[in-house]
C-alpha cells in the first residue's frame, strides 16, 4: 500500500445502473431475430437436440429438452452477467458440442424482445426440483441499481413436459411484446441458426452421433411465417450446382442373363432446369440387391441464394459434407466429411485425369480435373443390410454369400466385396458429373473464344483458291470463286443490317437506362408517400367534414400508389443483374402469367388467356429480361389490335409435335395481311394507327416492337412469324424451336 492509500481509509464501491440492462440488450442485439436467435443458441448449448418456438402477437415460447438449470446454476450463470463459463469449458457437458456463447451476455437480448419473461426449467439431475423465475424488466430498470434487480423465483415439481416428452429442458415465456414479428423477421431468425442443424437425422440408437442432431420447430398463428422459415432452414439444400440420382435397378441373381448391377443415373444441372442427361451403367459381378442415392454438387462462390452467407456455407458443409450412408433409414456416423471412403481426396492428390471406371466412349481428356472435393459434396446413399442378408441367404448346405453388412460397432459397413460394389456404383456417378462438367466447360470456352469476322475468313478462303487455281480444272475453280464472292457480298449486307439494327437500338438504350434511374427514385417516393397516407390516418380531428377531407386525400394517394407501382412493374425485369445476365431456361406458361402481371397497368382489365400453353413446355434459354421484352410486345401489339373491336380476347396456346414446339398468341382484333407481313418486323412499319389517348398509356406506336422481337428470337435461337389464325381469331403470331437430343 503506498502513502496515498493509507491517508485514504474510506473505500467506496462501484455501482452499476440497472438502466445498463437496456443498454446491453439493446446494442448487442438491435434485431429481433438475433435476439430469439441467442435463445436458440442457449438451447444448443444446453445439448438439447430439439427446440419447439411458438409465435403468437402475444407471447414468444421456446422450449427445449436440454440438461435444464439447478437452482444454483440459475443464480450462478442466468442471473450472473458477463460470466466467462462457457468460455471456460468450451465444450457443452454431456454432448461434447463447441459452445456458441462466450461473453454471457447474451440472455439481456430477451429484453429487445418483450418486457417480462418467465423461465420454467428442470436440470436432468432427478434429485433436484424444478425452477419457475419471473423478471419483470420495467421495474428492473427503474430499480436503480443493477445489483439490486430480482427476479422472482419458486421451486415446482419435476412435471417436464418438455419436447420429446423430456423430463428435463427450459421453457421461456416472452410477454409484453415491443415489436411484432414479419416474415422477414422469421427469415433472418432461420439465417441466423440454420447451421445448427445436421441436414440429416441422426441415429438414436448411437449415442456418439447424437451430438449432431438439433431440430428446431416453429409454429405461429401466420401459415406463411412457417413456410418462410422452414425454406430458410432448408436453404443449404437448394445451393446446389448440380445433381446426380442413382438407383440399383431390382435384380434376380439366379437369372443368369443379367448378373450383374445395373444402375440408372441422372445428372442434372442448375443452370439449366428440366434438362436431365440420363445413362443407365452395370457392375460387374455385383452381390448388392438395393441401393439409391443423390448426391448434390456445390459451388461455395460467389454470391448464393436466401441470403446464405458463402463463409457460413463453407464452414458447414466442412462439418456436414460428404458422402453419408444410411442403412434401412439410420445414419452411419463413420460416413461423411472426414471419410474418404470413394477415394476422391486420393484422386486429387495423385492428379488423375481419366476415370479407371467410366468407358472410353464417356471420357472426357483431363476429365478427372472437374471431380469435386468432399468438402463441395453433399449426398445421401441408402443401403439395407437386413434386406441384403435376407435376399442373399443360402439354402441348406451352400456356403454363405458375402452381403453388405454392418460392423459390430454399428458405425460403418464391413469392407469386403458388397461393400467394393458400393464404392463402385456411386463412384461411377460421381467421375461421370466430372466428364460431363469438363465437357460442359470445353464447350463454354469454345463458346466465348473471339470470332473472326465472316469476310475475313472468306478473304482467306480466296487466297487458298488462288494459291491451288493450277491444280484446279477451270470451271469448277470459276464456279468456287463465283460463290465465293457472293458469299463475301452476301455477309457484308449481313452486316450492315445488323449494323443499323444496334443504332436503331441505341435510342432504347438510353431510354432503358432513364426507365431504371425512375424505378430508383420512385422507389424512394413510394415509401415516402405511404407514410404520408398513414400519418392522414392517424390525424384525431373532431370536425367531421374536414376528416372527410383528410380521409378523401388519403385515398387518393393510396390509388395513386397501388397505380404507380403497377407502372413500376414493368420494368421490374431491368432491375435485377441476375434477370439481366443469368441465362436459362423458362417454363412458358409461367413467365407468360409474370408478364401479363408487368402489364397490368396498360392492357387493364383485357382478357389474355394462357390456359392452352402446356405445363411441360420450357422456353429455349435466355435471359429473364429477354423473355419478358419479346412477350411484352407482342401481347401490347395484340391489345392494341383490340381497340376497335367488339370481341376483345387474347389466346395463348402451345403445339408440341415430335421435337418440335410453338408458341401461338392469337386475337380477335384488326388483323394482318400475311402476304405482307414480314414487313411488319422492319424498323419503323407500322400497320395499326394508335390513338393519342393509347400513345400516352405508352401503348404501342414507335414501330420498333417487332424488330425488337425479331432481334430477340434470333438471339435465343427462335423463329417467329405471323401465320393464319384459328377460327374466331383474325391474327395468329408465332413463336417456334426445335428441342435439342
Known amino acids: 500500500m503506498n502513502e496515498k492509500e493509507r491517508t485514504l481509509s474510506e473505500p467506496i464501491p462501484f455501482t452499476v445502473d440497472s438502466a445498463l440492462l437496456r443498454e446491453l440488450g439493446e446494442r448487442l442485439v438491435g434485431k429481433p431475430h438475433i435476439a430469439l436467435a441467442e435463445l436458440v443458441k442457449n438451447s444448443y448449448d444446453a445439448d438439447a437436440t430439439r427446440v419447439e418456438i411458438r409465435l403468437s402477437s402475444d407471447f414468444i415460447e421456446v422450449s427445449d429438452n436440454g440438461h435444464g438449470m439447478s437452482s444454483d446454476e440459475f443464480r450462478s450463470f442466468w442471473m450472473r452477467i458477463g460470466t466467462p463459463h462457457k468460455q471456460e469449458l468450451r465444450i457443452s457437458r454431456r454432448l461434447e458440442r463447441p459452445l456458441t456463447g462466450s461473453k454471457g451476455v447474451g440472455r439481456l437480448a430477451v429484453q429487445f424482445l418483450s418486457r417480462e ?4 426449467t428442470v436440470a436432468e439431475n432427478p434429485e433436484e426440483m424444478g425452477l419457475m423465475a419471473i423478471v419483470d424488466w420495467d421495474q428492473a430498470i427503474h430499480v ?31 410477454t409484453k411484446l415491443n415489436q411484432e414479428w414479419s416474415s422477414e423477421n422469421v427469415a433472418g431468425l432461420a439465417r441466423e441458426i440454420w447451421s445448427l442443424q445436421p441436414p440429416f437425422r441422426t441415429n438414436p440408437r448411437i ?33 446446389w450446382d448440380s445433381k446426380l440420382v442413382g438407383k440399383l435397378v431390382k435384380r434376380d441373381i439366379r437369372d443368369p442373363a443379367h448378373p450383374e448391377g445395373h444402375v440408372r443415373l441422372t445428372l442434372e444441372f442448375s443452370d439449366r432446369p428440366g434438362e436431365v442427361k440420363a445413362v443407365e451403367y452395370e457392375i460387374e459381378d455385383c452381390p448388392l440387391y438395393f441401393t439409391e442415392f443423390e448426391i448434390r454438387v456445390y459451388s461455395l462462390a460467389g454470391k448464393q441464394k436466401y441470403g446464405v452467407r458463402v463463409t457460413e456455407a463453407r464452414d458447414y458443409f466442412k462439418d456436414f459434407g460428404g458422402i453419408h450412408i444410411y442403412d434401412a433409414g439410420f445414419h452411419l456416423p463413420y460416413y461423411g466429411p472426414d471419410t474418404d471412403w470413394l477415394g476422391i481426396e486420393m484422386a486429387h492428390s495423385h492428379r488423375l485425369s481419366e476415370s479407371k471406371l467410366l468407358p472410353k466412349s464417356f471420357q472426357v481428356q483431363r476429365g478427372l480435373n472437374n471431380l469435386p472435393t468432399t468438402s463441395r459434396l453433399f449426398g445421401v446413399v441408402h443401403v439395407d443390410t437386413a434386406l441384403e442378408r435376407l435376399e442373399s441367404s443360402p439354402s441348406a448346405g451352400d456356403r454363405p454369400p458375402v452381403c453388405l453388412e454392418i460392423q459390430v460397432t454399428r458405425d460403418r459397413l464391413v469392407d469386403n466385396k458388397a461393400f ?5 456404383i456411386v463412384r461411377w456417378a460421381l467421375d461421370f458429373y466430372a466428364m460431363e462438367q469438363t465437357r460442359r466447360k470445353l464447350i463454354e470456352v469454345e463458346t466465348k473464344r473471339s470470332t473472326e469476322p465472316v469476310t475475313n475468313k472468306i478473304e482467306k478462303l480466296e487466297n487458298v483458291l488462288d494459291r491451288f487455281e493450277a491444280e484446279i480444272p477451270g470451271p469448277a475453280f470459276m464456279e468456287l470463286k463465283t460463290q465465293v464472292r457472293e458469299a463475301a457480298e452476301a455477309s457484308q449486307t449481313e452486316a450492315e443490317v445488323v449494323a443499323q439494327q444496334i443504332g436503331l437500338l441505341a435510342p432504347l438504350a438510353t431510354a432503358g437506362m432513364c426507365a431504371l434511374a425512375y424505378e430508383h427514385e420512385v422507389g424512394k417516393q413510394f415509401r415516402s408517400l405511404e407514410s404520408v397516407a ?13 376528416r372527410h377531407d383528410l380521409d378523401s386525400i388519403r385515398t387518393s394517394i393510396e390509388a395513386w400508389i397501388t397505380r404507380a407501382k403497377g407502372t413500376r412493374a414493368l ?19 409461367v413467365l407468360l402469367e409474370l408478364v401479363k402481371d408487368q402489364l397490368k397497368v396498360l392492357i387493364r382489365d383485357l382478357p389474355v388467356d394462357t390456359k392452352g400453353v402446356q405445363p411441360e413446355i420450357w422456353l429455349p434459354e435466355g435471359t429473364f429480361s429477354e423473355w419478358s ?9 395484340a391489345t392494341n389490335a383490340l381497340l376497335d373491336s367488339e370481341r376483345k380476347l387474347v389466346a395463348v396456346r402451345s403445339i408440341k409435335s415430335g421435337m418440335d414446339r410453338k408458341i401461338r398468341i392469337e386475337d380477335t382484333g384488326a388483323g394482318v395481311v400475311l402476304e405482307s407481313a414480314e414487313e411488319l418486323f422492319e424498323p419503323f412499319v407500322r400497320r395499326l394507327e394508335i390513338s393519342s389517348q393509347r400513345r400516352a398509356l405508352g401503348l404501342g406506336g414507335s414501330g420498333l416492337g417487332l424488330t425488337i422481337v425479331q432481334m430477340i428470337a434470333d438471339n435465343v435461337g427462335c423463329r417467329v412469324g405471323f401465320v393464319e389464325p384459328s377460327q374466331g381469331f383474325s391474327t395468329c403470331f408465332e413463336l417456334s424451336w426445335k428441342e435439342r437430343k
Open 144 to 174: 436503480g441499481d443493477l445489483t439490486e434487480v430480482k427476479a422472482l423465483s419458486d421451486q415446482i415439481p419435476r412435471n417436464g413436459n418438455f419436447p420429446d416428452n423430456s423430463e428435463h429442458g427450459t421453457t421461456i415465456m416472452l
Open 117 to 120: 419473461i418467465e423461465v420454467r
Open 207 to 239: 449415442s456418439s452421433d447424437r451430438a449432431r442432431d438439433f431440430v428446431v420447430d416453429l409454429q405461429s398463428d401466420d401459415p406463411r411465417q412457417v413456410e418462410e422459415f422452414e425454406i430458410r432452414m432448408k436453404a443449404y439444400l437448394s445451393l
Open 534 to 546: 398513414q400519418r392522414l390516418g392517424r390525424i384525431s380531428v373532431s370536425n367531421p367534414a374536414l
Open 629 to 637: 421484352a419479346l412477350f411484352q410486345n407482342i401481347l401490347v401489339n
Open 571 to 589: 420494368f421490374s425485369h431491368l432491375t435485377s443483374a441476375e434477370h439481366n445476365e443469368k441465362r436459362q431456361r423458362f417454363k412458358a406458361r
Open 420 to 424: 467394393a460394389a458400393l464404392v463402385k
